[in-house]
């Protein structure tokens, strides 16, 4: 499956995946009830490089990698990731991990943190099989719909 840079034209078909994932409220801590326009600027506002895996036309995920910190900490990434559910298991997360690990060590970026991954996330284990490490948890940081209050790991990476 290609992965690209996204284009102007794609956020049209990443907003309704993006916002069905974030309003289950299950894996991310933005609100569930963010905007269209306030998800297009979280996404692919100033700053952020986006990416799509699009297969026959089809966008089966994105990602969005931006700098973590400003200044003399600039040099560390972040990025979230998301698949359309209806495309899950395909492996389409590990692709878009592996290529945007790849662009942020191109863009100069010397590791990758991830400031709150719900530890009850499946993709926990495909961060770790990438070579990241859980630095902490702030415990019960997170109000699961589902599971109740779990915690938020904070993981890193070298690039």
Excluded: C
Excluded at 22 to 44: I, N, Q
């Amino acid at each position: 499956m290609p992965i690209r840079e996204a284009a102007p034209g794609d956020w049209p078909r990443i907003w309704p995946f993006w916002h069905r994932i974030v309003a289950a409220g299950e894996t991310y801590s933005w609100d569930r009830d963010t905007t269209e326009a306030e998800a297009r600027e979280l996404w692919a506002g100033t700053g952020r490089q986006v990416y799509v895996a699009e297969e026959g036309g089809v966008i089966l995920g994105s990602a969005s990698l931006k700098a973590n910190y400003g200044g003399p900490a600039s040099g560390i990434a972040n990025a979230a990731f998301m698949v359309d559910p209806e495309h899950t298991g395909r492996g389409t997360g590990r692709r878009l991990a592996e290529h945007v690990l790849a662009e942020a060590r191109a863009l100069g970026f010397r590791g990758m943190v991830f400031n709150a991954v719900v530890e009850t996330n499946p993709a926990v284990a495909l961060w770790t099989s990438l070579g990241f490490t859980v630095l902490g948890t702030v415990p019960e940081a997170f109000d699961h719909p589902r599971r109740g209050p779990v915690g938020l790991h904070i993981m890193y990476r070298a690039l």
